[in-house]
T-cell receptor, first 116, second 113 residues
Framework: DTGVSQDPRHKITKRGQNVTFRCDPI?????LYWYRQTLGQGPEFLTY????????KSRLLSDRFSAERPKGSFSTLEIQRTEQGDSAMYLC??????????????FGEGSWLTVV | DAKTTQPNSMESNEEEPVHLPCNHS???????IHWYRQLPSQGPEYVIH???SNVNNRMASLAIAEDRKSSTLILHRATLRDAAVYYC??????????????FGQGTTLQVKP
């Protein structure tokens, strides 16, 4: 499978614990995006990387959230001191950085987080 | 904020064509019209995109109005597996732009056997 891979697919954690999600983008895709989706809503943009540089962060990304993309390959999204409101599906997506018609964004299957 | 307007829900019968409308009156010259769909418990799946001309692929067709202020996603023969939320998204892929997708609420398509 050469699509976007996310791990773990499901995570249940107690409030106050830290969690980390990993995303492996499609090989050679230099753009990587993180989104969050709650039930009944469309995905919401969180942050964007081009190669290893984090170039945009949404206001939704509070201080408890941090994302990295060392070496411009896989990415991690860490949530510290989780709250019940963090329960959501976290989606990773990737694309090439070319402009115009060719840079379709492809999504992974998502990582479900439940904070109890 | 999303720059498109879609009906909240639509119904279709299996094996009949489905036309999913989208209004985007504030579209700019560098905005591409993208359609994604999301099946339950899965990530969004790319369907089709276009700029000015109508587009066809194995999944669907995209009809774009001449003034580009609206478009229609056409599923030629709906199947039960096409039941999903369909998102119409304007994406600015100009130079220097992140090209991120901004999702709205989408249209929930129900397909009846």
């Amino acid at each position: 499978d050469t699509g976007v891979s996310q791990d773990p697919r499901h995570k249940i954690t107690k409030r106050g614990q830290n969690v980390t999600f990993r995303c492996d983008p499609i090989s050679e895709h230099n753009r990587l995006y993180w989104y969050r989706q709650t039930l009944g809503q469309g995905p919401e943009f969180l942050t964007y990387f081009q190669n290893e540089a984090q170039l945009e962060k949404s206001r939704l990304l509070s201080d408890r959230f941090s994302a990295e993309r060392p070496k411009g390959s896989f990415s991690t999204l860490e949530i510290q001191r989780t709250e019940q409101g963090d329960s959501a599906m976290y989606l990773c997506a990737s694309s090439l950085a070319s402009t115009g018609f060719g840079n379709t964004i492809y999504f992974g299957e998502g990582s479900w987080l439940t904070v109890v | 904020d999303a720059k498109t307007t879609q009906p909240n829900s639509m119904e279709s019968n299996e094996e009949e064509p489905v036309h999913l409308p989208c209004n985007h009156s504030t579209i700019s010259g560098t905005d591409y019209i993208h359609w994604y769909r999301q099946l339950p418990s899965q990530g969004p799946e790319y369907v089709i995109h276009g700029l000015t001309s109508n587009v066809n692929n194995r999944m669907a067709s995209l009809a774009i109005a001449e003034d580009r202020k609206s478009s229609t996603l056409i599923l030629h023969r709906a199947t039960l597996r096409d039941a999903a939320v369909y998102y119409c998204i304007l994406r600015d892929t100009g130079s220097g732009n992140t090209g991120k997708l901004i999702f709205g609420q989408g249209t929930t398509l129900q397909v009846k056997p």
